[in-house]
């Protein structure tokens, strides 16, 4: 492969560019352009993308949209659609569209087309939260079930408790909790006040081994043996894994086990069996709705030429901003409480895909990959860390996202939750300088000599760069949509940094050697280590049961 991102001749302009415009006033470019925000908006659907307050212009956005040529993108988009095995290192295809994929469509993985095995999956999930809702599929002492605990970690926990929250509005058909934590706290807190004779356990867990989901597994048996029997375990337990064997082995009946296969990351996976606790949660007609958004989405971004492109677009401005203005970080800031595990969701999807420091012949970047993605929901974090977004020393790229319809009967709240999303995009791009403070503080009364002192902490120094994300209404369908739209941009971005998105190596280190100081905490073991790592392992022998 012939293409470097930062050889490539679209780098060379865009760093030109970055000179060239580096400082593009923003209030400058609407005032002399009225059509600006119709220029750098699109609509798609429910979804409407305003991309107008970046430092950008058409002759970089033009550039952007070279880069994405030079690198190949559509090549890449078809590789992946097409089920090629472009998770290298590892040697899997990257299919989770799959998943979401209508049942007539032909989706070939090794050439065999996967539909049929994924639609049967959604069907027995189907069939079960059903029974479970039906009171058919009933607890050991024949009592209904009314708690789902979800037992999972990273992406078999993620992307559904997210969801869960999202979409609370929707009215939960059970009381669905997720434990992850491998601190006791975490399990303990959730089962405190549980009634285990109406209580089902969702282990989740793509490979049936992850030591924090085993430990919380475990502790949930014993707890069901503990009151109910060890008989009672096959009616309390249920299993999503790609390891079939390890979760019979755990017990779990085979027709309780919902598979899925290696070509699923998983911090892709909430759209199959992952996602048997939201469908327990919300019912099977929900999931399809949240399935289908995605499958809008995928088609939009299989189909539609670059500059329309929302999650091309957002990937592109993703890099100008970081490559090109050297802004290493990215706050997801959704003014929906509904989406206030958004950002954390996102930073493993981004993070754990593009935090690569290698290219795809095993390079070492010279370049910075996958940025910072860090937030909260607004206006919680205006009141938070908003402070340094508009007033810190460094530059912070925002992705506001909202809805125009309220998911409360609040209308008042909502009018005021939409009006503080609008202005803080504005507040960050026009800021406030000097002359302004002043005369603001002299119409207050302020004597000048105190006008003076007190006006450089006022200003704003603006030009801050932001995209508004304005959808009609958080339902399932343009929920999964959003979703869907940020696993495109990760994709783009990972295709153009030339870094294996898919793979995730860096998480390894820790995993191995926390299983090397276990023993040593537990006084079975004794290996050498710096004086430091000594020193706390000496300290943590003294743990105690609270
Ligand atoms: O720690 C990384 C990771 O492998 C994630 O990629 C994954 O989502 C998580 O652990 C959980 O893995 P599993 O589903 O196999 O338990």
Known sequence: MDYQFDQSEAYQKLTELSNKYAKLSLKEVFNSDSERAKKFSRSWKDCYLDF????????ILSELLHLAEEAGLSRGIEAMFSGEKINVNENRAVLHTALRDLPSAVRLYEGENVMPAVHEVLDR???FTKKVHQGVFLGASQKKITDVVNIGIGGSDLGPVMVSEALKSEGSKLQVHYVSNVDGFHLE???????????????????FTTQETMTNALAAKAWISEHLGEGAIAQHFVAVST?????????????????????????YSLWGAVGLSIMLE???AVFRELLEGAREMDEHFRSTSFDQNLPVLLALIGIWNNNFLHHPTLAILPYAQGLHRFPAFLQQADMESNGKHCNKLGKRLSYQSGPVIWGEAGTNGQHAFYQLIHQGTQVIPVDFIAYVRPTSKYVDHHQKLLANFIAQSEALMNGINFDDVCIELNEQGMPPHQVLQLAPFKVFDGNRPSTSMLWETLNPRNLGALIAMYEHKIFVQGWVWD?????????ELGKKLAQRIL????GESSLAHDSSTTELIRRSKKIKAS
């Open 52 to 59: 107008s307050k970046h430092i950008l212009n058409e002759e």
């Open 125 to 127: 999930m189907e069939d």
């Open 189 to 207: 807190q959730t089962l405190r006040g549980l009634n285990p004779e109406n209580t089902l356990f969702v282990i989740v867990s793509k490979t």
């Open 243 to 267: 390891n079939i064997p390890a979760a019979k082995g755990f017990g779990i009946e085979e027709a309780h086990v919902f598979g899925f296969w290696d070509w699923v990351g998983g911090r």
């Open 282 to 284: 919300y019912g099977a």
């Open 499 to 507: 870094v294996y998105s898919y793979d995730q190596w860096g998480v």
């Open 519 to 522: 023993p040593q905490i537990k």
